[in-house]
Each structure stands twice: as C-alpha cells, then as structure tokens.
C-alpha cells in the first residue's frame, strides 16, 4: 500500500482542490468519483463509450503511483480486479455492453468471494455489437441477473454529469461498506455530455474502507463475521492466510455442501445487503406531491422526463418524476409511494419495459402503469413523452 | 428568443438567454467537438449560464459523421439535446443534409461555402471557413475557429471575450496567435457579410419564433 498513499499530484486532484466549476464530461466526472472514492488500481479493455474513463485513469493512476493496466479483454480485467480487491486495492474497471457480458462469470465470482470492486457499463446498443456509438438502456435486468446463480445485487444509475461524480463516490463507498461488487449502470448519452459542474473538495467527502481484522494471521477466520453479517477483508500478502474460492465455503473459505452451513452462507450473502436497503435505495423526486400522472424513469431518460413534467404543467398537465439512482435493490417503497393516489403511471426507458416490468410487479393494483418504450438509438424527447399523455389524462 | 437584439446588446454584459441550442456538424476530424467544447466552455465557465454538450458520431475508426451540441439557458437544462436548433453550422454536405431536419424556424444556418454545394436553405449564411484557413492563414486544421468566430459574430450566443479567453484555455501551447488570428478572420467575414446587405430578410426575427 505504500505507493497507493503518495500524494494525489494529478490533474485532476489540482483542479479539484479549487472547489470551481468546470465543463465535465460524464465519464471524466465518474473517474473523478472513483479517485476521490479511493480508487487505487484500475484495469480494463477501452470500448465506446466507456473509453474516456480507461483514457482518463491510464492518465491519472500513474501520476498517482498506483497502477494501470490495459488487459488483454474483459474477462482478464475484471479478474485483475478481484485479485487487486483481495490485495487491499480499491480496484474498478470500465466497460460496455460486450465487455459486460464477458465480465458476468467473475462477477459471479466477485459476488460468492463478497470482493469489493466497481464495475461501470457504459449502456449502448446491443445485443452484440449493436449501436457502438447510441444510447440504450438494455442491460438494466443484465446487470440485475447477468451472472447466474440467485445473488444480490447493487446497481446505481446517473442522469447527469454531477450524479456520475456522487454515485460513484457512493459505489466505491457501498462497495467497501458490504464486501460486495457494485454496478455502476450509466448509457451513452449521460456518459457523453458534459456539463458544468462544481465538485466538492477531496477533504468533504465520506470515503469508507473495508473494515480489516483487528486479530493476529493466526487467529484469523476469513468468513467468521459479528452481527454485521459482513466479514473482515485481509490484504492478502499481509501474513493472513486465507482459501479464496467461487464454491460456497465454510466460515475458514474452504468449500462445504453441508446444508447446515450452505443455508446460512446465503442468508448472510443475502441479509448483509438486504437489511440495509434503506440506505441503498435512492431516488428524487420533481414535482411529484400534485401530480395526477407520474412519470418513472432513471438515466438519460430521466432528463426527458424532467423537461416533460415543466412542459407538461406548462399546459396544465400536472406530471411530476420518481427518478431512480438505485436500480437494484428495486426502490419498492419510494415506487408505492409515487404510484399510490394517481391516475397513471408512464415509465419512460430506452428497451422494451425492463423497468416497467418492475413498476408493475410492485404497483399491485394502486393504478395503471404504461410503459413507453424506445429501440432506435436516439433518446426519448419531452414531447414524445407528452403525446402519450392523451392516453392517460 | 430573438437572437439578432442579442447582436446588438453589449458583448460584456451577457443578456437574459431562455435557452439557446447550437448543432455544430461536420466530418471527424474538422474539429467540431472541440469547437463545441470551447463555445461550452465560453458560456459555461466565462458568461457564467448553464450549459450542457452532446456529442454524436458514427462507428468509424476516422471520418465519419461528426456532430456536437450544446445548449445555452440561464436556468437549470433539464433536456440535455437539441430539440430545435437555433444556430446550425455545417462543415459538409452530409452533415447539412443529415442533421438539417430539426431546425427551428428562421433559425441560423451557417454552412462552408466550399464543402457545402447544396444548402439545405436558401436562407442558409454560406462562408469560406476553409479556403480561408487553409489559403490565407496556411493551416486548414483552424476552420473549425474561424467558423466559430463567425457564428459568435452572427448570433451573439457567446461573448467574443468569453470566446476568446475559452478558446485560448483549449488550444495547445504555441498556437495561441495562430487561433487569435483565425478567430478574427471568422468575426472579419461575418461583419463583412453582415455589411454586404446579404441577411437582410434572413436574421431570425421574433415572428420566425
């Protein structure tokens, strides 16, 4: 670690440090998160449109004295990442669509060895190769169920530049905090646009590290945990010696298929992040209190629908916006809450309702839900938004 | 918004702008990213608005259609990409036959006099951004500032100080009075075309909008 803790002598940090506005680009804003979070090692394979961060981090790691390495592919990557997680680093990686899917086995892997990483896609026209260059939203249940295996997961998804600096920061810190990998989901578009911003200072942030044994190497239990249900994470290489394995494992990491000892190593796997869900599930909410039709979306899309609700009560349509930061777990409280009392509910998204879906599963009832989908590589304009209003008004 | 009264206001004192979208097209490599990085920057940062920049661009490893955003307002943009563009710059013919479909009415059209043949208006401002930088300035690689020195002189969505401070801030070191001078060859050729009588019934007016 003692190269890790050199002094921040970037770019970045010098123009962070003024505490001024600057034009960022969304990509530039999440790795700007990520160095302010702690990272301090990335690996990673350049695609669009994810490429900026991997060009911005093989900038800035260096100059850091922490490493960059561009892998072979994506696989290789996020593998480099458990290994760097395990090591004591604050490991992330950036991808797309493609690389994504490589990446589902050791994000498996990551899950069952509870490894802190980030993992950030970059969402573009799939499947496949798809639109390189578009916008989409199509990997929301890919990232959801793309390893396979029942497992929890953690994703986050910006909407503009400045979400991309503080969900990212709260990926990196979420990440530590539950022993766990984190999706970051952002698309094209949010990754793309630049916008002015004012980031707060290294110093005012909250930056949480993995909790690390307080016992001697042999005193140590990898898997033993306090009623935190989330184990202590040794560097390896410090002396603590330790079974790393994608079997399910005992308390000491060697694999077992005792029922007794698989059962409640799920319950923890499960309960470390389900019984802290309030703090994890996040969304805000535009105009909502009035509103007699709610529009519910998340990423680019949200930026349409924020336009639609001011154009919308602009001609007396009263619209408001449940915008969602957390995608996984599926913010169900604040989703109840936003469709209970209205008329409709819209959800606007880029693929074929992988959200609404979700909304419908929840909305139980409470009122109509419609989803708006789109498949042709551009965004959702405010007023295709608004046309679907005579249905619903 | 009557973008011509925005010519005529002070350039120091930055006037009252509800929401200004700008599309700056063309062929990768022309520089229109960073164009629309500078003209961001400029309203972002010097005329002190809110400001967001899409970008656009095919698959291709070179070439390709190139495209760049930005939107200028006063208040918070909730919408990050045009809708209906009030200022439309195109480098080439693609780009002016491509992106041309959603302009706002009377909305400036700005095109290379020598890359574009077939405007997609007849109002459209036709200059020789790249004869000149390539002819009298020796480089062809600035057209893409002499094109913003005149689209700034025409609508005032930036001031030229902004501009200049932004654009200098951007550029690498040594070129400074290269770009200088391509800025100033661009407002020189919208002022002369300006005073030419050649916009009259082409400025947008408020009635356009």
Redesign the interface.
């Known amino acids: 670690m003692a190269a890790g803790t050199s002094k921040p002598a970037g770019r970045a940090a010098k123009a962070n440090r003024k505490g001024q506005?600057?034009?960022l680009q969304g990509n530039e804003a999440a790795s700007l998160g990520a160095l302010a979070a702690g990272c301090n090692f990335f690996a990673g394979y350049p695609i669009?449109p994810a490429s900026e961060i991997t060009e911005y981090m093989s900038r800035e790691m260096p100059v850091r004295g922490n490493p960059f390495i561009q892998m072979e592919d994506e696989i290789a990557s996020i593998g480099a990442c458990v290994g760097a997680s395990l090591a004591g680093r604050k490991a992330m990686t950036a991808t797309s669509g493609p690389g994504f899917s490589l990446m589902q086995e050791n994000l498996g892997y990551a899950m069952i060895a509870e490894t802190p990483l980030v993992v950030v896609n970059v969402m573009r026209g799939g499947p496949s190769t798809g639109l390189?260059?578009n916008v989409a939203q199509g990997d929301v249940q890919q990232a959801r169920w793309g390893t396979h295996g029942d497992h929890p997961a953690i994703v986050f998804c910006p909407s503009s530049v400045s979400e991309c600096f503080e969900l990212m920061v709260r990926a990196f810190n979420t990440a530590e905090r539950f022993r766990t990998p984190v999706i970051f989901l952002a698309d094209e578009?949010v990754a793309?646009?630049?916008?002015?911003v004012i980031l707060p200072a290294e110093g005012d942030l909250e930056v949480i590290d993995r909790r690390r044994p307080t016992v001697p190497p042999d005193w140590y239990v990898p898997y033993k945990t306090d009623g935190s249900l989330i184990p202590r994470l040794a560097d390896l290489g410090e002396g603590y010696r330790y079974h790393v394995t994608g079997l399910v494992h005992d308390e000491r990491g060697f694999p077992t298929r005792r029922p007794d000892e698989v059962e409640p190593f799920y319950a923890r796997l499960f309960g470390k992040i389900s019984r802290h869900f309030d703090d994890l599930m996040l969304t805000k909410e535009y105009s909502l209190d009035d509103a007699e039709i709610v529009l519910i979306s998340y990423g680019?899309t949200a930026?349409?629908c924020?336009?639609a609700v001011?154009l919308g009560r602009e001609r007396g349509i009263k619209l408001g916006l449940l915008q969602l930061l957390t995608l996984w777990p599926f913010p169900r409280q604040a989703v109840e809450a936003a469709l209970t009392g209205r008329k409709a509910a819209l959800v606007p998204e880029l693929n074929m309702g992988q959200i609404s879906r979700e909304v419908k599963r929840v909305n139980d009832g409470r009122t109509q839900v419609i989803r708006h989908s789109k498949m042709d590589g551009t965004?959702i304009?405010?007023?295709e938004i608004l046309g679907r209003m005579r249905e619903v008004a | 918004m009557a973008s011509s009264k925005k010519k005529e206001t002070p350039k120091a004192k930055a006037p009252e702008m509800e929401r200004m979208e700008v599309r700056l097209a063309g062929s990768g490599g022309q520089g229109l990213i960073l164009a629309g990085l500078v003209l961001a920057e400029a309203a972002g940062l010097h005329d002190g608005r809110a400001v967001a920049m899409g970008q656009s661009y095919g698959p291709e490893a070179r070439g390709g259609a190139s495209k760049a955003e930005v939107i200028i307002a006063d208040q918070d943009i909730d919408y990050p990409l045009a809708t209906r563009v009030d200022m439309f710059l195109a480098l080439t013919q693609e780009a002016a036959d491509t992106y041309s479909w959603d302009l706002k009415p009377g909305g400036w059209i700005v095109v290379d006099s020598d890359l574009v043949s077939h405007p997609p208006s007849s109002r459209a401002v036709a200059l020789p951004f790249t004869a000149t930088a390539r002819d009298k300035l020796g480089k062809p690689m600035v057209a893409n500032v002499v094109a913003l020195g005149a689209i700034t002189e025409l609508t005032g969505v930036v001031s030229r100080k902004a501009l200049e401070k932004a654009l200098l801030a951007r550029v690498p070191k040594g070129t400074e009075a290269l770009n200088k001078k391509a800025l100033a060859a661009g407002t020189k050729m919208a002022k002369d075309y300006a005073a030419s009588g050649q916009l009259a019934g082409q400025e947008p007016t408020s009635e356009d909008v």
């Open positions: 506005a600057r034009l669009t390189p260059t578009t793309h646009l630049r916008e002015k680019c930026r349409s924020r336009a001011r965004m304009t405010p007023e």
